[in-house]
């Protein structure tokens, strides 16, 4: 077993070129999933305002990370397995059978493994109190500075990455059992043919891309960019895979056609190694491309939710506080309830509130077709992209509440109504409510009655004036029955407290609510079903509290698709370089200098290098409309932001990009150049 040790040992130093970048990916993955699960179950994390979100949305990471780490280092070890190959056929050569090969697979395995993932988990212990505080400072919570070591996350590392290394040892056993000396010997000379029907298989990318595109600029509401998002996303990902694969090879086929570029030097020596391994080379680049996509989508969605919290936090929250009482029907919804509401408000606020807005409401949704509302379609079809466009968000008000908030009057027949429309203005002369008759649109506001939460603003919100209130409150009940659908009404008071702090904030809100419900105690019969009580600070916190951990998160995985991409890159050139070198040294023995094979060099990488780059900021332009619409969704509406953060982040990864292409083509340059050496 010694000697096996021993020549373990030994093939891991003789390759350390490949495996050194190898083992610091295992290391950082390791160390990545160590950090995500041990902060998903920190108490100091679990006692923030909302612990379980963030858990969940860090374990949601940590399931993320795990499943990257299975197909991305199955990508890397099938990769060492290849350049092994020839020295594994030589030991068979000299006598080793595949049992003797399988054995040393099986330590360097167990090598790797035991090294990566102890590394990874002593890293994780140490940097994980530093991601915890990153994270707090994130989200404005109280720090906490004791530190913990956390045995289910060190428990899920091994538990995990044992399994995954496992796997791959499977794989490689399985790869060595099924194959022959010879092969072995000769599989880095192996040529590939480029494969066939390129023209079909590129206008199929290109048309897969297009449609996906056309989504993206299309879309007009965020539920339907919800609906539709991942669907485009699948999308992409096969159109660039067949584009880079395929595209490529046509792309070498027509430079090859153009006389005046491919018979030089430097062009023809490059184009004709490329058209006859861009079936590896097309797949290798796609995935850089769709890393590198991931990463400038995460980082810059994820940011403006973060850096966007403060403009959209009052959008959400348009009042200081909002109490709203739901009752179980219309009848009991009189001047009388609320101002029993008011006097509960204003003996807690001891009469501090101001801007006070009390109002009585109905909220519903349905299909807006032909100023008709379907409600029980739009339960049926929330799913359907086709119809998401067409859902409203409708808000019944009294004409006597809306008289008071906005200190006008206005004269409405029994069949008349006031309509504002938070998107376009509203295009028909009627409203039908399903199962009420049909309203006439006697005008239509260009401003709110009452200051709309963007939360009720996510799909295209319909306020409508009602002139006769007691009238359809008991026709909307008696529609509630048939429907079984939610026609509560509801009285709702908002206010603002100036200079009011989070701590008093809480206790006022607690108070409300509790004297709310002490109200039902004493009067059952007072139609109230319960008080929700909501406030802005309240929000922010919460708000913070979800964006700050979704940034984290994006940060966390960017680092590793990034660390991905890089190692990706490094591995194709290396890989061609080793493939490269005889030609080169061929082409040097009949004439060309060294100057020449640096040209040609250079030539090679740029002509595909910077394509996923390219691809990659055409993929964040049309995502753009796609990311903009689904932050709607967090109450983000910051265009600017949006734009200023999905600039920054391609430039800072373009930087990057950039740093690595001078990196591996210099590691290129230096295998090529060995046969001018040698």
């Known amino acids: 077993m010694r000697f096996y040790l021993r020549l373990a040992l030994d093939g891991m130093k003789k390759n350390k070129q490949l495996y050194k ?36 949305i860090l374990i949601l990471g940590t399931i993320v990370i795990g499943v990257f780490s299975l197909l991305f280092l199955a990508y890397t070890n ?87 290394f496992f796997l791959l040892l499977l794989v490689s056993l399985a790869r060595v ?116 996509t991931m990463v400038l989508v995460m980082i810059s969605s994820t940011g403006c939710l973060y850096f966007g919290s403060e403009n959209a936090l009052r959008g959400m929250q348009p009042y200081d506080m909002t109490a709203t009482v739901f009752m179980d029907s219309g009848k009991y919804c009189t001047s009388e309830s609320a101002e029993t509401l008011r006097r509960i408000i204003f003996d807690k606020t001891q009469g501090k509130e101001t801007n006070i807005a009390a109002y009585s409401y109905i909220e519903t949704f349905g299909l807006l077709e032909n100023g008709e509302i379907d409600i029980d379609g739009a339960e049926e079809n929330t799913t359907n992209p086709s119809l998401l466009s067409q859902i409203r968000t409708i808000i019944m008000i009294p004409r006597a509440d809306y008289e008071q908030l906005t200190g006008s009057r206005t004269e409405l027949a029994d069949d008349e109504i006031l309509v504002w429309s938070s998107g376009k203005p509203y295009p028909f002369d009627k409203l039908t409510i399903e199962g009420l008759r049909t309203m006439k649109v006697r005008d239509r506001l260009s401003d709110p009655p009452v200051r709309v939460s963007t939360e009720d603003t996510i799909v295209t919100a319909l306020i409508v004036v009602i002139p006769d209130w007691d009238v359809i409150v008991d026709e909307l009940d008696k529609l509630d029955d048939e429907l079984g659908s939610s026609f509560m009404v509801r009285q709702r008071i908002a206010f603002d407290l100036p200079g009011i702090d989070a701590e008093e904030d809480r206790r006022l809100m607690d108070s409300i609510s509790d ?61 061609e370089g080793y493939e490269d070198r005889a030609r080169f040294a061929i082409m040097q023995k009949v004439g060309m200098t060294p100057g020449e094979i640096k040209s040609t060099i250079n030539t090679q990488i740029l002509t ?26 967090f109450g983000v509406s910051n265009r600017l932001v949006l734009i200023l953060s999905s600039l920054a982040c391609f430039l800072v990864f373009a930087l990057f990009y950039i740093f690595v292409y001078r990196g591996t083509a210099h590691t290129y340059y230096n295998i090529v150049s060995t046969s001018e050496r040698e």
């Open 21 to 56: 970048p190898y083992l610091l990916t295992c290391i950082g993955m390791v160390m990545m999933f160590y950090i995500l699960s041990s902060l998903s179950f920190s108490p100091a994390i679990r006692s923030m305002r909302s612990g379980d979100t963030v858990s969940l």
């Open 78 to 164: 099938s990769f060492l397995i290849r350049r092994r190959n020839k020295e594994f056929g030589l030991y068979n050569i000299l006598g080793m059978n595949k049992w003797n090969i399988s054995i040393i697979i099986l330590l360097e395995t167990l090598i790797t493994a035991l090294f990566t993932i102890t590394a990874g988990v002593l890293l994780g212990i140490l940097f994980s109190k530093l991601a915890e505080l990153f994270l707090m400072r994130m989200s404005g919570a109280e720090v906490d500075y004791q530190i913990r070591i956390s045995p289910v996350g060190i428990l899920m590392a091994f538990i995990v990455f044992g399994a995954i």
């Open 177 to 292: 059992r099924l194959s022959n000396p010879l092969s072995l010997l000769k599989s880095e000379a192996a040529g590939e043919k480029p494969p066939k029907g390129n023209l079909l298989l590129a206008l199929a990318g290109f048309v897969i891309l297009a449609v996906a595109y056309y989504f993206s600029v299309s879309i007009e509401t965020p539920l339907s960019a919800l609906a539709l998002f991942f669907a485009a996303v699948i999308m992409v990902i096969i159109a660039t895979y067949l584009l880079f694969i395929a595209g490529s090879v046509v792309l070498c086929r027509i430079l090859q056609k153009n006389k005046s570029y491919y018979y030089k030097a430097s062009h023809f020596v490059s184009v004709s190694s490329m058209a006859f391994r861009m079936k590896r080379n097309g797949a290798g680049l796609a995935s850089i491309c769709i890393l590198a």
């Open 515 to 575: 004297a709310g419900n002490e109200q039902i105690e004493k009067d059952p019969d007072c139609g109230w079903v319960f008080v929700r009580t909501e406030s802005f600070l309240s929000t922010k916190n919460y708000y913070y509290d979800l964006n700050g951990s979704f940034f984290f998160l994006g940060i966390v995985l960017s680092i590793i698709f990034i660390a991905a991409a890089a190692l990706i890159i490094y591995y194709k050139q290396l890989s």
């Open 608 to 633: 595909v290098f910077f394509a996923p780059l390219l691809f990659a900021g055409l993929h964040l332009c049309f995502a753009f409309p796609f990311v903009e619409k689904l932050i709607r969704l």
